[in-house]
């Protein structure tokens, strides 16, 4: 009988009878909830397989080791003269390899987006001088089509989609920063390399050069056309200071080598040594 029904339903559409408008809004309402299960689960199914796709080599890069993490901010002046020691690897983003120009050596983990590079040509132009071991990206069809940055790196990983590791980490708390018209709901990718340190579970990570929204300090040096857009209108100040908060209350080895970088409020200072 249910079948039948069912079989029926569209004919009965124009009916006023109120038992049929029932069974066509059950059916719709069923198709939509069926909908919504399935795009959510084919969601979670895509970042597994991806996340067990990056897994082996990101864990084999981290686990265990010790972590600078490079940002480009005001209190990465003080980069030039650092000394690394050799069993410290080097996380840097976007325009961080700047910083790199006067002592080249291997960037460990290298993270960038499409977005970011299609607003600054610098990157895309000056990247192919670089040495990377891992590069991140959220596009990997777009990076591929660029024929001159196939040498620069080793490995090629796409990035998961938003706050994958964030979320995680912040386990059980809960937080989404997507209704807020001031600020970006995802973190920077300065904070996103401490988010895969930390979910990787390095030994030691040090930070410099993130000092929430200064990350572009160096911008006066990459000439005007090459800004094709910075975005100002929205930050990632309150996302980021959040993360470092619970940071700061679950885990002790994440430093800031910097004495004037405004993590030090969230983060002890501690020099690399």
Same mark, same amino acid.
């Given at each position: 009988? +249910?079948?039948?029904? &069912?079989?029926?339903?569209?004919?009965?559409?124009?009916?006023?009878?109120?038992? =049929?408008?029932?069974?066509?809004?059950?059916?719709?309402?069923?198709?939509?909830?069926?909908?919504? @299960?399935?795009?959510?689960? #084919?969601?979670? @199914?895509?970042?597994?397989?991806?996340? +067990?796709?990056?897994?082996?080599?990101?864990?084999?890069?981290?686990?265990?080791?010790?972590?600078?993490?490079?940002?480009?901010?005001?209190?990465?002046?003080?980069?030039?003269?650092?000394?690394?020691?050799?069993?410290?690897? *080097?996380?840097?983003?976007?325009?961080?390899?700047?910083?790199?120009?006067?002592?080249?050596?291997?960037? %460990?983990?290298?993270?960038?987006?499409?977005?970011?590079?299609?607003?600054?040509?610098?990157?895309?132009?000056? &990247?192919?001088?670089?040495?990377?071991?891992? &590069?991140?990206?959220?596009?990997?069809?777009?990076? $591929?089509?660029? !024929?001159?940055?196939?040498?620069?790196?080793?490995?090629?990983?796409?990035?998961?989609?938003?706050?994958?590791?964030?979320?995680? *980490?912040?386990?059980?708390?809960?937080?989404?920063?997507?209704?807020?018209?001031?600020? =970006?709901?995802?973190? #920077? #990718?300065?904070?996103?390399? +401490?988010?895969?340190?930390?979910?990787?579970?390095?030994?030691?990570?040090? +930070?410099?050069?993130? %000092?929430?929204?200064?990350?572009?300090?160096?911008?006066?040096?990459?000439?005007?056309?090459? =800004?094709?857009?910075?975005?100002?209108?929205?930050?990632?100040?309150?996302?980021? $200071?959040?993360?470092?908060?619970?940071?700061? !209350?679950?885990?002790?080895?994440?430093? #800031?080598?910097?004495?004037?970088?405004?993590?030090?409020?969230? *983060?002890?200072?501690?020099? &690399?040594?």
């Amino acid at each position: 009988m +249910l079948q039948f029904l &069912l079989r029926n339903i569209d004919g009965k559409r124009g009916s006023a009878n109120p038992f =049929w408008k029932l069974i066509v809004h059950a059916r719709d309402l069923a198709g939509k909830v069926y909908f919504f @299960i399935f795009f959510r689960l #084919s969601v979670v @199914i895509a970042q597994r397989v991806l996340h +067990l796709k990056n897994h082996a080599a990101l864990s084999n890069l981290i686990n265990g080791k010790r972590i600078l993490i490079l940002g480009s901010g005001p209190s990465a002046k003080d980069f030039g003269v650092l000394r690394i020691p050799s069993d410290v690897l *080097l996380f840097t983003c976007n325009y961080g390899f700047y910083l790199l120009k006067d002592r080249p050596r291997t960037i %460990d983990l290298y993270l960038t987006n499409k977005n970011c590079m299609e607003a600054n040509l610098a990157i895309p132009r000056e &990247l192919p001088t670089m040495k990377i071991d891992v &590069l991140l990206m959220n596009d990997l069809a777009y990076l $591929r089509k660029k !024929k001159n940055l196939g040498n620069c790196y080793q490995k090629l990983l796409r990035t998961p989609p938003d706050n994958y590791y964030f979320e995680r *980490l912040i386990r059980p708390l809960s937080v989404s920063f997507r209704n807020d018209p001031t600020t =970006w709901h995802d973190t #920077s #990718s300065g904070i996103k390399l +401490l988010e895969y340190a930390l979910a990787f579970r390095a030994k030691e990570i040090y +930070l410099i050069g993130i %000092d929430f929204g200064q990350e572009h300090v160096y911008q006066n040096t990459i000439s005007r056309e090459d =800004w094709l857009s910075v975005p100002k209108q929205r930050t990632h100040f309150k996302i980021d $200071r959040y993360f470092l908060t619970v940071v700061s !209350k679950r885990y002790r080895n994440v430093f #800031s080598i910097s004495k004037e970088s405004p993590v030090n409020a969230y *983060l002890p200072y501690r020099p &690399l040594e």
